[in-house]
Every structure is written in structure tokens, then in C-alpha cells.
């Protein structure tokens, strides 16, 4: 009989690459789509952008600072916060423009295939050496699924 493994801080995280993407899918059929798609184009790009703002956030102040002490691979770490970095000023970009912009669309485009080479990273690389540290992941699940629930909810309130 299998035992099911508890789910991890990189279960969560993962969860929501998924969800991000499956975002990124639906905003490049709205662009294929053409037509009248300029609300439905901003809310989604909000929606991407305040779900990635959380989640790197959360993996910023939350599972980074452990995993940088732990597993002791300085290139990689510092790689992903340049990667949040660059992503944040996509976000930021994005977030200043209307749909119908110059380079609206292609913004939102770029920071999808930014984003996934991002997610490959870390499922490939930092999620296997995280679980091979002595961190606690799954304690580190509720700690993240927390903060992410606050941030989350502030965003609403805006």
C-alpha cells in the first residue's frame, strides 16, 4: 500500500505556477480571439500580475531565506531573485499601460514565457535540492498558504 506524501511548501508553490499559466494560456487566446477583448485582457493581466506579485512575495520572505542557508548554491538563488526582480518590472510595466497600449499585449506575453522558464528552474533544480535539505517544507506550507491568504486579501481591498 502507497502512502500518500503530505503536501509541501513546493506542492503549494507549483500549484500556483499552474495556475499562472493556465492564466498566460487564456490571455494569448484572448489576443488570437481579436475582437473587442481590451476589458477582458485587463482584467486578466491584473489578475496574472497580483498573483504573481503574492507569489513571489511569499516565496521572497518565506521559502528563499531557508533554502539559500540550506542548500548552499549561491548562482541559483541569486538567479531567481534577478528573476523576480526583471518580473517585477514587467509587472510593473504592465500594470501602467491599458490593453490597446503599444506593446501591451507582448508585455504580458513576454513575462508568461519569463515566468515559465522561472517555474522550470525551480521544479527542476530548486524544488529537488529543497526537498533534499533539512528544511521543513510542509511546515513551511502552512507559513506560505498564511501570508498568502493576507496578501491575497489586501489586494482585494484595493
Known sequence: M???KQKDACDLLDE????VKKMFKEYKALIEAGG??????????????????????????IFYPPLRKAIKDKLMMDEAEVE????????????????????FDAR????????????KE????MFPK???SKVDLVGMRDKLQKRKDEL???????
Open 16 to 19: 500556483d505556477h499552474k495556475a
Open 130 to 132: 529543497a526537498r533534499e
Open 152 to 158: 491575497t486579501a489586501e489586494f482585494e481591498r484595493i
Open 108 to 119: 504580458v506575453v513576454v513575462l508568461g514565457e519569463y515566468i515559465d522558464h522561472h517555474v
Open 122 to 125: 525551480e521544479r527542476n533544480d
Open 2 to 4: 502507497a502512502t500518500t
Open 84 to 103: 523576480h526582480g526583471s518580473a517585477k518590472d514587467l509587472i510593473a510595466q504592465i500594470q501602467e499601460m491599458e490593453p490597446g497600449d503599444a506593446l
Open 36 to 61: 473587442n477583448t481590451k476589458q477582458k485582457k485587463r482584467l486578466l493581466a491584473e489578475k496574472i500580475c497580483n498573483e504573481l506579485t503574492v507569489h513571489a512575495q511569499i516565496e521572497e520572505e
